[in-house]
């Protein structure tokens, strides 16, 4: 088996896997329809494209035989400490019994290790059970939940954390002060990947139970505006964000 860099030529392969994968992992959760929306949504031609054209952008494709049959994709995000993510690690379900999983994270590891990480993280829904199970079978440590709105039905997904160097600073949430006067939190530990920096998820409480918006990462404004896909857009800067990533997970 070997493990390289994905090409325009893996998009086809890729969009194959992905749909076997989320099938067998959250076909007992999620509808084909979904499912379907999920795949053209994230790994449609122009989207990948742009992915793999990207430097910051990790896309690694498992291939045996000449034929892929797993891929990952990560990033770096600098927060209060810089991060590793794993954004996804889709396995074709004929072929998860034979190391491919385990290949791909390792493989994925070095290469974020390689970017001076201070942690890696990864996301399962608590549904896929068997991907939480990975997650911890390879050393990373369950750190935290949160909720997440697949087709208008909120889920929760469970974080996993590998640290890489011991000395780290958690600070994970701030206050900011809305024009209205209205006290928000921004939860620096729920970042979303945008085109100039990350987006943060904001809430009215310090328990996370209420959400308010975005905060940009870029300006450090509390003016944006998301869509019904999910596309985050600051109105004070130029960043955004692509519709929703409503799962990094094991599947």
């Not at 498992?62 to 797993?70: E, I, K, L, N």
């Not at 990864?122 to 997440?148: K, P």
């Not at 954390?161 to 006067?181: C, I």
Request: glycine share 8%; net charge negative.
């Amino acid at each position: 088996m070997q493990v390289r860099s994905a090409t325009v030529d893996d998009i086809d392969a890729i969009r194959r896997v992905a749909t076997a994968s989320l099938t067998a992992s959250y076909g007992h959760v999620l509808g084909d329809e979904t499912i379907g929306e999920a795949v053209e949504r994230w790994y449609a031609t122009e989207s990948l494209a742009d992915d793999l054209d990207d430097d910051d952008t990790l896309v690694l494709v498992a291939a045996r035989d000449g034929d892929v049959v797993g891929f990952t994709q990560g990033y770096v995000t600098d927060r209060r400490e810089r991060v590793g993510e794993i954004d996804w690690l889709h396995v074709d379900p004929d072929d998860r019994e034979g190391g491919v999983g385990t290949t791909l994270l390792r493989e994925i590891e070095t290469e974020l290790v390689e970017r001076d990480v201070d942690r890696i993280e990864g996301c399962v829904l608590e549904a896929n059970e068997a991907g939480g199970e990975f997650y911890a079978d390879h050393g990373f440590d369950a750190t935290g939940t949160r909720s997440v709105k697949i087709a208008g039905e909120s889920f929760t997904e469970a974080i996993y954390s590998k640290f890489t160097d011991g000395d780290v600073e958690h600070v994970v949430m701030e206050t900011r002060t809305a024009d209205d006067g209205t006290l928000v939190y921004v939860a620096f530990d729920e970042p979303a990947r945008a085109s100039l920096a990350p987006f943060y998820q904001t809430y009215l409480d310090a328990d996370r139970t209420e959400r308010y918006g975005w905060f940009c990462g870029n300006c450090d404004s509390l003016h944006t505006a998301m869509d019904t896909m999910g596309r985050v857009a600051c109105n004070e800067c130029e960043n955004k964000r692509k519709p929703t990533r409503w799962d990094a997970a094991y599947l």
